[in-house]
């Protein structure tokens, strides 16, 4: 069980690590290939918009979830931090039971709209169920780490309880 386990959190670091890296390193790479050909060859380069937007959405995807796992996303905490313990604990424990409800109830449409695609890019000819299959990822990914958070409201919830007791 450990190895299977070692082997996910393998998996899931090298998706939200390496994969948004080289994404971000390829946005870069464009976008030099980009200004040079425009300003030193006096020609634009068609394909490089395009790849710049892939290589943003694909960054985004896949990192997201690595933001969740760390806490750096957005948080708005001017009420939720003067609240006791237990309010703070129902803000948490509503915020991703609804996450959670909304993130199941997008999923299965989600996947059905990807493969029922057959439309591709307007440059590069990609499939749209290749640009977009990270999204279902991301999708797959934020509503397991909810989980994860939920599970670790309550277990935190419970030691401050005790703790006070």
Known sequence: MDNLKKAGKAVVDFMGIVVP?????????????????????????????????????????????KAIEADEHVVFGLVYDTLKPFGQFMCKMVYNIFLLALLLFCFVPCVQALLGRQ????????????????FVYMLAEVIVRTVINIVKTVKDYKQIKEGAA
Not at 36 to 43: G, I, L, V
Not at 50 to 60: H, Q
Not at 119 to 132: A, E, H, Q, S
């Open 21 to 65: 890296s080289i994404s971000f390193i390829m946005i870069f790479i464009t976008f030099m290939i980009s200004i040079c050909s425009r300003y030193f060859f006096r020609s634009a380069v068609t394909w490089s918009y395009e790849v710049s937007v892939l290589g943003y959405m694909w960054t985004m995807f896949f990192g997201v979830g």
């Open 119 to 134: 439309m591709v890019t307007g440059v590069l000819k990609l499939p749209y169920t290749v640009v977009f299959a990270p």
